[in-house]
């Protein structure tokens, strides 16, 4: 795959994709979006997200029950979907993600509702650098919500601190499944400048 990218790429061609052509992700490629991926700025380099790519017929069989009936298919014909997750603990990694003041991550381990709040947040940031690395490096994507958050961490996270925060099929995307891109906020709709 080609790292060099254009905005075309990232943003103003790329398209949120439902349907998949036939071909695999191999671990490689995975461990080159995640070593891109790791690089994006989090609040006092929080780095909470973590990942399963589920890509085995075995694991994909434990995530569809979990999906709306309208994601099945789409997960089915994915070469991969990741789990985009979140870790409730990270401030536990305090020593290793900020080791200059690991004291500054104290004040997560006495809140967790502030620490659910930061891990969330910064999670949903690392997931927006995942479907942009997965872009740069030639990969489609079709990030979903319409699942059963409960039954996602039961199958895959039981007796972690780990949990869902939304999945992200990954994959060559088949043109043929997209339809017209849907309109989009104009910058006065949706923007202020105070």
């Given amino acids: 795959m080609n790292p060099s990218c254009t905005l075309d790429q990232l943003f103003l061609q790329a398209r949120s994709h439902n349907g998949w052509l036939p071909g695999e992700i191999d671990d490689a490629e995975l461990e080159a979006l995640y070593e891109l991926v790791r690089h994006g700025p989090t609040s006092a380099n929080t780095s909470p997200m973590r990942l399963v790519f589920v890509k085995t017929p075995q694991a994909k069989a434990r995530l569809l029950p979990a999906l709306a009936p309208a994601n099945v298919t789409k997960v089915q014909g994915a070469p991969v979907t990741a789990i985009v997750a ?3 603990a990270f401030h536990q990694l305090g020593t290793t993600l900020f080791p200059h003041r690991p004291s500054q991550y104290d004040a997560f381990a006495a809140d967790p509702a502030l620490a659910q709040e930061t891990a969330l947040r910064n999670s949903s940031l690392q997931g927006g650098y995942l479907i942009l690395a997965a872009r740069a490096l030639g990969m489609d ?4 919500s319409g699942f059963d958050a409960g ?8 007796d972690s601190t780990w949990r869902v925060n939304f999945l992200c099929n990954l994959g060559k995307g088949d043109p043929d499944r997209l339809f017209p891109r849907l309109p989009r906020l104009d910058f006065a709709q949706a923007c202020r400048i105070a």
């Fill in 86 to 88: 979140y870790d409730s």
């Fill in 141 to 144: 994507c079709g990030p979903l």
């Fill in 151 to 158: 039954a996602v961490n039961r199958e895959f996270f039981a």
